[in-house]
T-cell receptor, first 110, second 115 residues
Framework: GENVEQHPSTLSVQEGDSAVIKCTYS??????FPWYKQELGKGPQLIID?????GEKKDQRIAVTLNKTAKHFSLHITETQPEDSAVYFC?????????FGTGTRLQVFP | ETGVTQTPRHLVMGMTNKKSLKCEQH?????MYWYKQSAKKPLELMFV???????ENNSVPSRFSPECPNSSHLFLHLHTLQPEDSALYLC??????????????FGSGTRLTVV
């Protein structure tokens, strides 16, 4: 079955710096890769996603890159702000079921 | 609010109690999910319903019993739970098949503590 590994588990950055979170997946048939942000006391919320026929997607300060050959994808956050502090989850899907990574706790210090 | 509402937000129950978690979605989705979120573990898929039919049960103990009376409502009935069942229980909904840009929409979860 699909397995998704996510690194690092915790990440601390200074406000204004960039943050990068990486995930790898095991099933080459996976074709959809969303990223979720979970703030304290809330459920995960979709922030960006990418399909396997696209190599990169950007939305303001966040971007996702996908390397199908290496089976890994990454979340990039530029110009980080304290409100970016949260737990971020990657996921990969096979036949519409989402398998989640273990999460990355991002702390942005002012 | 995300369009998926879960109640109650917090629940403390004894091991001999029976309680139910409720989830309601107002997004017109046709698939609903229960996930368990424990500390330092990946999100664990418990049950999947598509068009009100259970399509997946991920080896969940029988002390957890789901119910999906219609495409907008999902319940998780709990009985004789164990302390290790304490976790955040998340409900999610989606279109089946998944739509780009939407994925799953999660509720805020029910924080369950079994004492």
């Amino acid at each position: 079955g699909e397995n998704v590994e996510q690194h690092p588990s915790t990440l601390s950055v200074q406000e204004g710096d960039s943050a990068v979170i990486k995930c790898t997946y095991s099933d080459s048939a996976s074709n959809y890769f969303p990223w979720y942000k979970q703030e304290l006391g809330k459920g995960p919320q979709l922030i960006i996603d990418i399909r396997s026929n696209v190599g990169e997607k950007k939305d303001q300060r966040i971007a996702v890159t996908l390397n199908k050959t290496a089976k890994h994808f990454s979340l990039h956050i530029t110009e980080t702000q304290p409100e970016d502090s949260a737990v971020y989850f990657c996921a990969a899907t096979l036949t519409d079921k989402l398998i989640f990574g273990t999460g990355t706790r991002l702390q942005v210090f002012p | 609010e995300t369009g998926v509402t879960q109640t109650p937000r917090h629940l403390v129950m004894g091991m001999t109690n029976k309680k139910s978690l409720k989830c309601e979605q107002h997004l017109g989705h046709n698939a609903m999910y229960w996930y368990k979120q424990s500390a330092k573990k990946p999100l664990e898929l418990m049950f999947v319903y598509s068009l009100e039919e259970r399509v997946e049960n991920n080896s969940v103990p029988s002390r957890f019993s789901p119910e999906c009376p219609n495409s907008s409502h999902l319940f998780l009935h709990l009985h004789t739970l164990q302390p290790e069942d304490s976790a955040l229980y998340l409900c999610a909904s989606s279109q089946d098949p998944l739509e780009v840009g939407y994925g799953y929409t999660f509720g805020s979860g029910t924080r369950l503590t079994v004492v």
